[in-house]
């Protein structure tokens, strides 16, 4: 049974392209992209929580950007959407507080309150969900579950919302199985994986491996450069290309400098959604050379294009990785685990059409009708 027409949701994400609390212009574009879709079949409404002041360490080191930070956040408006703004001075946990207060006049307009991640957003609405009677459900994406044992407190706090949410929508089976074990009691968990907008047009095939994120010790492109750099001593033919910016760039260009790779390794720094399928549709390969990860959405980019995927065993990658045949995944995490799925990419002749293929299932106008059905079971 679909949802009736006058069912209405609450989308709550920090998540959200353009959000001046992100140096990265396109961050959360997949969610953004998945309400877009879902608005053809019912009302969504978005809000965007903006903390008004920076970290407190860049208000001291550098109060002269700071400044210009604030200004920008205090003017933040996300196009035709709400920003909720709110004064970091408490700690995250009170700030979900305070943001539930902020939106619980909102939240009774609203069939269902929809967070994305735990933390302030899934707090937020679970709060807000105490105080309104409005059911929840939260998304969780990523490193946030996967690095939570380091974090007792919020270990805690994240079972808390899991046992109280109506739904907890995970983007992996890895993370499912997590989210579980951490609320230590039965809860409604279910994956619905991220999803692209649009299938890419088809590689052309050239010598090009590529990398597709932010050049941040999280994505770990340094382990990347090593094992292109051991890699190009036996097939010298190909070409490196990473897409994205981050404060290791200049890191990454000493590297790069070091080990003699300066006219194989480019930078192509930030790529808008308009032009990003001409990276994927020149490349031989994507590789993900991540420490953690939730479920990324450049393996579905990537695949859409014809591209097999290069990577060691992440959060849901080898979940939809097959061995051979969409892929490869590093059986450990080395320099030499890396180089060695690369030398067998490079080797292999891939079925394009079968890649293409598997990531069609994954597009939005299919992946927003679980979400769809997920409202729809909620009592």
Known sequence: MRMNHKSKVLIISHLWPGNPQSSNPLSGIYVYEQVEELRKLIEVKVLVPVSIFPKMKEMILNPSSAY?????????????????????????????????????????????????????????????????KTPFVVTVHGSEVMLIDNKPVNKIIAGVIAKRAKA??????????????????HINAVVVRNGIKTMFNMTD?????????????????GILIDAFAKFNIDVNEFNLVLVGGGELKREMEEKIFNTGLKEKVHFAGFVDRERIGEYYSKAHSLIISSKSEGFPTVIFEAMSAGLPIISFDVGGVKEVVEE??????????????????????????????????????????KIVL???DIYSSIK
């Open 68 to 132: 210009k930070k604030i200004l920008k956040r205090s003017f933040y408006k996300p196009n035709n959407e709400q920003a909720v703004k709110y004064l970091p001075l408490f700690g995250k946990h009170i700030n979900a507080f305070i943001i539930a207060i902020k939106i619980s006049k909102e939240c009774k307009q609203y069939s269902v309150i929809h967070a994305h991640t735990l933390f302030p957003d899934g707090l937020s609405a679970c709060i807000a969900s105490a105080i309104t």
């Open 324 to 365: 051979g045949k969409t892929g490869y995944i590093a059986s450990g995490r080395s320099i030499d685990e890396l180089y060695s799925a690369m030398k067998r990419s490079a080797k292999t002749c891939w079925d394009r059409k079968y890649i293409r293929s598997k990531a069609s299932d994954y597009t939005y106008s």
């Open 370 to 372: 679980k979400l769809q």
């Open 205 to 221: 095939e050239s010598k090009t491996f590529l990398f597709v994120g932010k050049l941040t010790d999280i994505k770990d492109p």
């Open 168 to 185: 907890v929508i995970s983007v992996s089976e890895k993370m499912k199985i997590k989210l579980e074990r951490i609320s230590g009691a």
